[in-house]
């Protein structure tokens, strides 16, 4: 499709009120798209079409009808949750097309969950079934599940795409989407989203504001509402989308296969969690080719000042002049998008260049279509700049709930907000700073508090030969408060050297005097969730207890 085709079909979709989530695909063709454009290409093989080799729009509806029909076939009917417990993008993705087509809510979970916690947690979605590959049925073998269909994967791309049923009509408020939370902070939570409001966002901001033509790397796992959003935007937008099955921080070799991604399919665009970029802070990237990226999209956690520096530095930008027109130079771009899998979409946004230095965990600014405020939790008021608060929100984006549990779901919501567990300042001019997840913040009295998020960022600007870092800090066996800083040491650093003195600077007065120890560990000496993010709560309990490294 040129330009001016591409446009049409944006402003068709804009156009139409009945677009959202679970129809993306079918209204795309509807709309005028060409079955020869771009559709997703995957690393894994599809039905026999080759890994790495693009599916075309019309290919990518087939693979989906073909499933929608076989589930259809056996049992799965409109408004049936159905777990998706898979390794590839490929098969969740498919999957979750191919229930959205057919009216049911699939549950898309992450493939490294493990089997006893994923036992579990299909257990109190109470559905109709899940789909499986044979890893994930192996995992769940021992556990008993009680399902009426337990489908597998492989075989779902058998059916007869001409047997698949008419597309289910969606209402803007009908769920649409189970997906999980990192469980960070407790056991996965189920996070329910609407056909309208997982794809607000990209009605609202995306589709209006988009370039053509874009090559996009998605390195979000498929699972998360990031990766359906990141994938219906590049639907949309007519762009070529490329899903990586092996995400960052959460595979062996990540932050190699990462950059071997980038080589090889050369993107415009890469999107990731704050976990993918701390990976490739492992590597000279100097020494990659990384010519074609002219953007870093982060969202989940805020990205770290140390991590961003290094990839703004790699890739390159297009600047206009007036004797050459429109040429590359050295340095990308690095949007910065804090969010959640109960925001949908991330709230905020911050652009980060060569020549930008607002940082110090800075969001930036939220979108239009979000109304942000500070709470003082205590009173219910709204705090003043400069004064850390409790972020709560407003959005066309946010999710629904939490399935089965109506406890949680009213316990986030304040004063006709949903609290998101972040805390926040803003500045006099209007952008806001992270502080840390208010789990994770510890009052030290007096008015001080030891933000653990901060402090982190802070430590990897103070100590250039530290890749990562976490700041443990609690209470101990005697009622003390303590703080555990765990460095992750970057290739060549010396183990031996000693960076209290460092770190207590970047931790202020009042939090160094809880100072315990700084010590260097291992990747394997941290507790991490599926995808990648450090479990804080579990590795508080290790070290309060006295169990961490010495």
Known sequence: MDASEVRGVRAALLGDPEVGAGNVLPKLIEHGAGLDGPGITFDVDVDGHPAWEPLTLGALRERVAARAAWLRQRGVRPRDPMAVYVTSSADCLLNFMALTWLGAIPALMNGGLPGAVAADYIGRLRGAGVITD??????????????????????????????????????????????????????????????????????????????????????????????????????????????????????????????????????????????????????????????????????????????????????????????????????????????????????????????????????????????????????????????????????????????????NTYRTRFRGYYLTGDLMYRDEDGYYYHVDRAIDAVDLGGGNWLYTSMSEERILVRCPDVRDCTVIAGRDSGGAIVTDVLLQLAAGARDDANRTAAVRQALGEPAAATLRRVVAVRDEDLVVGPTGKVRKFLMRERHLAGAGSS
Not at 145 to 161: F, M, N, Q, R
């Open 134 to 407: 044979s890893a994930h049925r192996q995992a769940l073998s021992e556990h008993g599940l009680d399902v009426a269909i337990h489908a597998d994967a492989a075989e779902a791309g058998t059916g007869d795409p001409a047997q698949a049923p008419a597309c289910y009509r969606h209402h803007p408020d009908d769920p649409v989407a189970i997906t999980h939370s990192s469980g960070t902070t407790r056991v996965p939570a189920a996070v329910v989203h609407s056909h309208g409001s997982l794809f607000a966002a990209i009605r609202l901001v995306h589709l209006e504001s988009a370039r053509a033509p874009e090559r996009t790397l998605c390195v979000f796992p498929a699972a998360h509402a990031a990766g359906i959003i990141s994938t219906q935007l590049a639907l949309c937008n007519r762009h070529e989308h490329m899903f990586l099955s092996a995400q960052g921080g959460h595979f062996n070799r990540s932050g190699e296969a990462v950059l071997e991604a980038i080589e090889r399919w050369r993107p415009t665009g890469v999107y990731g969690f704050a976990v993918t970029w701390a990976e490739l802070a492992r590597f000279d990237l100097s020494t990659r080719d990384l010519s074609s990226v002219r953007l870093w999209f982060n969202t989940g956690d805020c990205a770290h000042e140390a991590h961003v520096r290094r990839l703004v530095g790699a890739g390159t930008h297009v600047v206009y002049t007036r004797e050459h027109g429109p040429t590359l130079a050295p340095g990308s771009k690095f949007i910065d998008g804090i969010g959640s899998t109960e925001m949908g979409h991330s709230a905020f946004r911050v652009v980060h260049s060569t020549s930008t230095s607002r940082y110090g965990r800075c969001v930036g600014k939220p979108y239009p279509f979000a109304d942000v405020v500070l709470f003082n939790i205590e009173d219910g008021t709204e705090v003043p700049a400069g004064q850390v608060g409790h972020v709560g929100l407003k959005s066309p984006t946010l999710a629904l709930g939490y399935w089965n549990d109506s406890v």
